[in-house]
């Protein structure tokens, strides 16, 4: 996350600039496969120089909007803009885009070096400069003393590495990588992607990249789409993603969260409040522009307070009183179940029907000293900004 | 299998390869064979092999043998590999199982059938038949089997590989032979092995399509051994048998070698 906070990376925000031309243009594109829409009138704009990340779960599209944009696949309907410029009938060979595929796809014929080569030799470039700039892609993914070895003669890792110093050989405009850290341990996993950020930030690449995971989005990328079944649910920075979902999905797909239906009652005079069958008394909430109707409200369980003692009044608040049902010791924090009834909970089978809401609290002080035990009434509070009231 | 092999394996196994390869023993051991009668040993000597270079008859089959199988396994090697090529990466087009199918059946197709049928084919068309019937049969049979061997081997290829050279500025054509027939190559050249010796031996078909001044070396020998078996005829086999063993042991060496490639690249 040290690159959306460092000064440099605040400053860059071009999606709210409306004098930026966007490097990339997804206009109103549908893709259809027979009677199957993939991608169902999508638009999008992506910034030159953007991280950019496509997220959703397996068979949303992702793979088919990348492709639509190497030239793999022809839109159905819409348009592709590149630099301004309609691409559509620009065959895959002739666009300024490379791509790192799923599966790495090397040559298995050629060694690393010549698989770095190909793309520089495909634009019949002198001798001397493939073979100077061979040497820069080695050392930048650190693979120079493997440059005469065959893929097979090579770990995963470093598979995935050949790939994609292939793929930013030719410092494409923009670099499409299709779930490119799959393969990798979560270690190695997430060392590479602090590689990807340095890399995209030293070349001054656009990237787009697609992932199913939802940590690895909010790490590398500047701005997420949050993709379901062929459409965009929601495109904004991962804080935003987290912090203001839009609706219920993109609220449920990152990160954990308490979701609770219910109404929403707005008047002139008084603040807005959430009432819920399953909450005891209405909560304030802050729900600027909304009208009364039936909504969700969605709290994190890290921004939950939870004390045995009531806490005072306060308009700023909301909160509600429960039993706690478990304690999850994490190691770094507790995670507390808590049921929203009065009732003591212990030897009762756990009923549905009552919810339960988890609060995330970091662990302070040591364990033994913690006064919070099973069974015992509590009190969550949270900010009422925290909560987040979901239309959709 | 640690466990000793029982008196009745070991008999079977013995039986059974008597039974195949004694007879082929028994024919390379006579082509050294110093008499002139077949069936008596009369001392060690490769006599029969310098007078076989002096048979202008078998060197003349021997040389039509050798031409009619490059140049029909070649150009069967070629249009198998379009065949196959068709059939794995153009999706489910209309009548392609029936293709499919199709490509199998001379396969299992009788020998004389498709020979008679190829002679009925060229009489019709008035072809003059010679040199280039033969090698029409011989690509039109042949041809199958190649299209089978890489047809095995592209079905595994992966086609992103093709996509990858496109996406790096190589355009669709040049990436099939900068791409995917070297990484197909060692099935291709099986097939072309495999089709080579396929022609080399073939005495039916070549029997039908043949015509004068194209006399293969199996109809060659075939006639000949119906006026007697001569020790020349023995030592034209041996050197037959030594040839087409090298085919297969180097088609079989290089497919192996493929596999091993790629079990490494999966393991
Ligand atoms: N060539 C094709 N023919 C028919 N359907 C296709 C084709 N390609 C993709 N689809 C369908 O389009 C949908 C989206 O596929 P896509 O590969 O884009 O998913 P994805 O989001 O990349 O999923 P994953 O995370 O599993 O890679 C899927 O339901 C898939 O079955
Ligand atoms: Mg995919």
Known sequence: MAKTMGPVRRAFAPWDDPLAEPLIRFERISKRFGDFTAIDDVSLDIYEREFFALLGPSGCGKTTLMRMLAGFETPSEGRILLDGEDISAIPPHRRPVNMMFQSYALFPHMNVADNIAFGLKQDNLPKTDIAACVEEMLSLVKLEPFAKRKPDQLSGGQRQRVALARSLAKRPKVLLLDEPLGALDKKLREETQFELMDIQEKLGMTFLIVTHDQEEAMTVADRIAVMNEGTFEQIAPPSVIYEEPSSRYVAGFIGDINLLEGTLATSLDKAPTFASPDLPAPVTVEAEGLASGPVALAVRPEKLRIALDEPADDPAMAKVSGRVWDIAYMGDVSIFHVRLSDEVCEGQPKDDSVPIIRATIANTTRLVERPIAWDDKVWLSWDKSAGVVLTR | MNQRMSWFNVTSLTFGFAFLYLPILILIIYSFNDSRLVTVWGGFSTRWYGELFQNEGIMDAAWVTARVAFVSATIATILGTMAAIVLVRLGRFRGRTLFNGMIYAPLVMPEVITGLSLLLLFV?????????????????????????????????????????????????????????????????????MLAFTLSLDDLVIASFATGPGATTLPIKIYSQIRLGVTPEINAVCTILIALVALGIITASLASKHRMMRARRTVG
Do not use: N
């Open chain 2, 124 to 192: 019709a068309m008035g072809f003059a038949r010679g040199f280039w019937t033969v090698v029409i049969a011989h690509i039109t049979f042949s041809m199958c089997y190649v299209a089978v061997v890489v047809q095995s081997r592209l079905i595994t290829f992966d086609e992103s590989l093709e996509e990858a050279a496109q996406d790096l500025g190589c355009p669709p054509g040049r990436s099939f032979f900068a791409i995917t027939l070297p990484v197909i190559l060692p099935a291709v050249l099986a097939g072309w």
